[in-house]
């Protein structure tokens, strides 16, 4: 099998480990370039600052003294060079006709300074910048005479290599503790997503075992809360399954059970004709007879089980339509009226009102007709068995009630399960097969109703039904 290239980047590990060092290391490759940046600004204003309050001891002189307008003045000179040496750098004094009159380094002197900052300066503007190319900071200030007009302007340059120095040298800091961060954060990058990818990988191994059968459920154990809960519900899916599996083998195991069983009856009445030398024919007879009946046992057996099964088929198609109920209920309430009157039981249907209801016409016949068939089997002579049929806005209600055998307590709860037989002598004698009950949930379940049973032994049963009028298609919103 061809292995995809760079797979391991669709790896937990590896995803995890990436945002570990992707949240280590953003917020410091954002930050140290922004506290370097901040830092150079801060030390650059702070220094203009300092240096405009500095020159405003000496602009008060430059203009009174006349200095600006060139004459010499040695105490200024003095100080001004030594201010300038103080700054590592130089200080120009420009007239209002922008030639530069005096320059600490005495080399610009009777030059034209048309300096935008000098410009502004002449308008009374005090202005710093950063010069990148000396690496200085220039900061103007204007000389204003004592009538407030601008008559020179102060230029000083102060070198800012300390700044630069500072600033590589916090580079070169904020560089090791890019390494440390990022060697810090690698580490635990890995050690956290080898941990958590373990954790899964361990879980699929024990996914492995169960694919081959080895073992039944994954063994809880601890880890991140999501893959324990995952776990716990895979068990729980797992469980399910074999509980399905488990009812399936037994349901087989019950189907071949009920259906050898007419079959060995057949044998033993056929042997025993075979057997005997001389059979009188009103025993041939009779033993024919049982053997017909055992045919008629097989056939039902049979034929309840399709119906079954074809309820089972997931997603079994129903053919869903508008259904007068009353009419469906009398209908199937005639055919049974023969058995009823054989066991002299007394069937009665009462109607609340018109009911249509949306059903599969086939399936839904099979409820009513189970239900009913029951309450005159399992019945007394002479009794009687009540159908009532009733509707509010939403569900149509079916109740059917018998004063027969009732059905013992402890078997109430399996009354719906497959082959399940009360009594099961009385049930085997009077043709039940176990399974009429069973499509009857299955028939309901599959229009979204639901039946309920209350019983007494000995007194009477009553099997209450509710089924949406409206049929909503599992799944449906
Ligand atoms: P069967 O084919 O045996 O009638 P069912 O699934 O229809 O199977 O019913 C299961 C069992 O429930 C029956 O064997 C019977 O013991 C009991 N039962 C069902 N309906 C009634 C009823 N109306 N009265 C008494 N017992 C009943």
Redesign the pocket.
């Known amino acids: 099998m061809e292995k995809k290239r760079f797979s391991f980047i669709h790896s937990l590990g590896f995803n995890i480990g990436f945002i570990i060092l992707a949240v280590g290391l953003i917020p410091f490759l954002v930050c140290a370039p922004i506290a370097l940046h901040a830092y150079k600004e801060v030390t650059i204003h702070t220094d203009a600052a300092n240096i405009m309050a500095q020159a405003l001891r000496y602009t008060n002189e430059i203009v009174t003294s006349g200095y600006v307008e060139g004459k010499d003045n040695k105490k200024l000179d003095h100080e001004l060079t030594g201010v300038a040496e103080s700054y590592g750098g130089r200080i120009l004094i420009v007239n209002s006709s922008l030639e530069i009159v005096r320059d600490t380094f005495s080399v610009d002197e009777g030059k034209t300074a048309i300096w935008v900052n000098v410009i502004n300066s002449m308008h009374g503007q005090s202005q710093y910048y950063y010069d990148q190319s000396s690496q200085g900071l220039i900061v103007t200030i204007p000389l204003t005479s004592s009538d407030g007009e601008v008559v020179g302007s102060l230029v000083i340059n102060k070198s800012l290599d300390y700044v630069t120095s500072n600033y590589d040298s916090f580079l070169a800091i904020a560089l090791i503790m890019l390494a440390v961060v990022f060697s810090i954060t690698f580490v635990v990058a890995i050690v956290f997503s080898a941990r958590r990818s373990h954790a899964i990988t361990s879980v699929s191994k024990d996914l492995d075992g169960i694919i081959r059968e080895s073992v039944l459920t994954i063994p809880e154990k601890k880890s991140f809360n999501e893959l324990e809960k995952l776990v716990k519900k895979f068990n729980q899916v797992l469980e399910k399954l074999h509980a399905i599996d488990d009812s399936r083998q037994e349901f087989v195991s019950n189907v071949s059970h009920e259906l050898k069983t007419p079959l060995a009856s057949m044998k033993v009445l056929a042997d025993s004709i075979n057997g005997a030398d001389e059979v009188p024919v009103e025993m041939y007879k009779e033993f024919m007879g049982d053997i017909g009946n055992e045919i008629d046992r097989e056939t039902q057996i049979i034929n ?1 089980l399709l119906s079954l099964v074809r309820m089972d088929k997931s997603g079994a198609s129903l053919t869903i339509t508008a259904v007068n109920i009353n009419e469906l209920t009398e209908h199937i309430l005639k055919r049974l009226q023969p058995i009823a009157e054989k066991s002299d039981i007394d069937v009665v249907f009462e109607s609340f009102r018109p009911v249509i209801a949306e059903v599969d016409e086939v399936k839904f016949s099979l409820v009513i007709t ?2 009913v068939e ?2 005159i ?3 007394n002579p002479g009794g009687w068995v009540h159908i009532t049929l009733n509707s509010d806005h939403q569900f149509c209600y079916i109740k ?1 009630e ?1 004063n ?4 013992p307590e402890e ?1 109430l709860p399996h ?2 399960e497959r082959f ?4 099961k002598s ?2 085997r004698e009077i043709g ?7 499509i ?1 949930k299955s028939a309901i379940a599959m229009h979204n109703g639901d039946i309920k049973v209350h ?1 007494t032994l000995g007194e ?2 009553v ?1 209450d039904v509710r089924v949406p009028l409206n049929y909503i298609q599992k799944g449906a919103k």
Do not use: P
């Open positions: 309840d189970n239900l029951n309450a089997k399992y019945n059917v018998d027969g055998l009732g059905i078997a009354v719906f399940y037989r009360a009594d009385h049930s039940g097969t176990g399974l009429g009950l069973a009857t019983s009477g049963t099997f």
